[in-house]
């Protein structure tokens, strides 16, 4: 017996659609730019190239690969949410867009790319958060760090080496992670 599937029977979660797409990894970050302090918006440029890669072409998409760095924001903001509504991705914005850049970052710290960046930006997410109990960890373990180079010891977790504090952190990332898993994708 053959069975046809319907549009309506099809349930198409956000990491599903973005690897269909093959959408750059940062993608979500890039969702975020509205709900972000401070956003760098150099990055909207390279992941447009990255999506010209991929084959995936749009009138917008053109349009932001074509900017200079660095990028004023006034002058990019409405290409790029043009661009996300082109394909069909959601604008993130406050807890959402929280929770996307610390999902990137945090990606960022187990697939070991420049961990002690990404722990700084957590650090300041946890600030801007107005000290946000589930990213409380991310501070804590970015205050020893700290200490631990300025002073040899560390106050603030359990780790007292290097190699300790990022397995620690790897260890905090990987339960936020679980814990915050993406949402099922939300069309706009």
């Given at each position: 017996?053959?069975?046809i599937?319907?549009?309506?029977?099809?349930?198409?979660?956000?990491r599903?659609?973005?690897e269909?797409?093959?959408?750059?990894?940062?993608t979500?970050?890039i969702?975020?730019?509205?709900?972000?302090?401070?956003?760098?918006?150099?990055?909207?440029?390279?992941?447009a190239i990255?999506?010209?890669?991929?084959?995936?072409?749009?009138?917008?998409?053109l349009i932001?690969?074509?900017?200079?760095?660095?990028?004023?924001?006034?002058d990019?903001?409405?290409y790029?949410?043009?661009?996300?509504?082109?394909?069909?991705?959601?604008?993130?914005?406050?807890e959402?867009?929280?929770n996307?850049?610390?999902r990137?970052?945090?990606?960022?710290?187990?697939?070991e790319?420049k961990?002690r960046d990404q722990l700084?930006?957590?650090?300041?997410?946890?600030?801007?958060?107005?000290?946000?109990k589930?990213?409380?960890?991310?501070?804590?373990?970015?205050h020893?760090?700290?200490?631990?180079?300025?002073?040899g010891?560390?106050?603030?977790?359990?780790?007292q080496t290097?190699?300790?504090?990022?397995?620690?952190?790897?260890?905090e990332?990987?339960?936020?992670?679980?814990e915050?898993?993406?949402?099922?994708?939300?069309?706009?």
């Amino acid at each position: 017996m053959l069975h046809i599937t319907t549009l309506c029977e099809i349930t198409v979660t956000q990491r599903q659609l973005k690897e269909l797409m093959n959408l750059p990894s940062t993608t979500e970050l890039i969702q975020c730019h509205s709900g972000t302090t401070n956003f760098n918006y150099d990055l909207v440029v390279d992941w447009a190239i990255e999506l010209l890669e991929n084959n995936i072409e749009t009138e917008y998409i053109l349009i932001l690969a074509s900017f200079s760095k660095p990028v004023d924001s006034r002058d990019i903001t409405n290409y790029l949410d043009s661009a996300l509504r082109e394909l069909n991705l959601p604008i993130l914005t406050g807890e959402d867009a929280l929770n996307g850049q610390v999902r990137y970052r945090l990606t960022q710290v187990l697939n070991e790319n420049k961990v002690r960046d990404q722990l700084t930006y957590l650090y300041n997410l946890t600030l801007e958060s107005d000290y946000k109990k589930d990213l409380m960890p991310f501070y804590l373990v970015y205050h020893g760090w700290w200490e631990f180079e300025d002073l040899g010891a560390n106050y603030y977790s359990k780790g007292q080496t290097v190699e300790q504090l990022q397995n620690e952190l790897k260890e905090e990332a990987l339960k936020w992670l679980n814990e915050h898993q993406r949402d099922e994708l939300k069309f706009t």
